[in-house]
């Protein structure tokens, strides 16, 4: 149990300060201010977007976090969520003989949406070894033990072409024509209040063959440091939905809840308790519990039809003794694809602790 994953709590904010000073641009979920962690916390508190944390056990240092936003857009706000639908034609023309592909950017805003999961971020220092997959995927093991709580469509925007400098060819393109500020400014200003998006940013379509080269090229591009991110992604189900940020242009993906890998293979098992060690090649699993907070650990757990096999120490982090259910899912995809329906059913029995 060298790492371990829990729900937030206020007292982490100095800590996640810190590993916000690691992200780099563009990372708008988690930045080094003390007020927006502050209040990112508090929203994790409420269950309105709950804030994961990653710890090494060893040092006591948190070293990573993801997170989930219930729904996007707040309709009582009248706060949507916003970006640019993506929209593929076809226009020719016999008498010149000219046919083009069409590319058009339409200002999409969503006030009652899907569930988003983002804000992941694991101290460079620590990757490796499944960590990071570990990390990602406790937001999925959350949705599994939580199903009522989110809604039935998963979104996941990834961060797009940003460099070092806060440099957007995108935002160059667009968003400063209409804004009047800085890429790094505008991200700013967005966290404390959208409402100037909708008070400055035209609806109109936009063709992408307005815009220079360098902007055209990003769109629906990943950051270089996003991409094991969208790797992951890919591999539980997610798909391209056909939109992007409408800050820089990074895309966004999207799967039914029941359809994510993780979810639709995961399991309840029986606790038993045992200082054996598992048997070589053993898969590793994520196990998450929901009693008195979500807590979860990856391992290579040996499991059998119906039970969990856990060394003393992990059950008592999860909070867990001989004969309680744990929720179990393999970190890695390990069977065949099953029908949805069929995989939520099994996750409620039998009840867990």
Request: with cysteine.
């Amino acid at each position: 149990m060298i790492y371990t994953i829990r729900e937030s709590h206020p007292d982490d904010a100095p800590a996640l300060v810190q590993l916000a000073k690691l992200t780099g641009f563009g990372f708008t979920t988690l930045t080094p201010d003390r007020h927006r962690i502050d209040k990112r916390l508090a929203e994790s508190q409420a269950g309105d977007a709950p804030l994961l944390v990653m710890h090494h056990t060893p040092s006591g240092q948190l070293v990573g976090t993801s997170g989930l936003v219930t729904r996007v857009g707040d309709a009582d706000q009248a706060l949507p969520f916003y970006a640019y639908r993506v929209e593929h034609s076809v226009r020719q023309s016999k008498t010149l003989g000219i046919r083009h592909d069409l590319t058009t950017l339409h200002l999409h805003q969503d006030f009652n949406g899907p569930t988003e999961v983002g804000t992941l971020f694991l101290n460079p220092d620590h990757r490796g070894q499944g960590r990071g997959r570990a990390l990602s995927l406790s937001r999925f093991m959350l949705l599994a033990l939580r199903p009522q709580h989110f809604s039935n469509q998963v979104i996941a925007e990834l961060r797009g072409v940003v460099d070092s400098h806060g440099h957007s060819p995108f935002w160059e393109a667009v968003g400063r024509h209409f804004f009047g500020l800085a890429y790094p400014q505008a991200d700013e200003l967005s966290y404390r209040d959208k409402r100037f998006i909708a008070e400055l940013l035209p609806d109109t379509p936009i063709s992408t063959k307005l815009l220079p080269p360098a902007a055209q090229r990003v769109i629906g591009k990943v950051h270089p440091d996003s991409q094991g991110a969208l790797r992951l992604l890919e591999s539980e189900g997610f798909h391209p939905a056909n939109m992007v940020d409408i800050f820089d242009a990074g895309p966004c993906f999207r799967c039914d809840r029941d359809a994510i890998r993780t979810v639709r293979q995961a399991r309840p098992l029986h606790v038993e308790l045992t200082d054996t060690l598992p048997p070589r090649n053993t898969v590793p699993q994520c196990v998450a519990t929901d009693h008195d907070g979500f807590r979860c650990l990856a391992g290579p757990y040996a499991i059998t039809t119906h039970t969990l096999q856990l060394p003393p120490a992990d059950a008592a982090f999860l909070r867990l003794e001989t004969g309680n259910a744990a929720l179990v899912s393999p970190l890695t995809n390990s069977k065949p694809k099953t029908s949805a329906p069929a995989a939520a059913r099994a996750i409620t029995q039998p009840s867990l602790p």
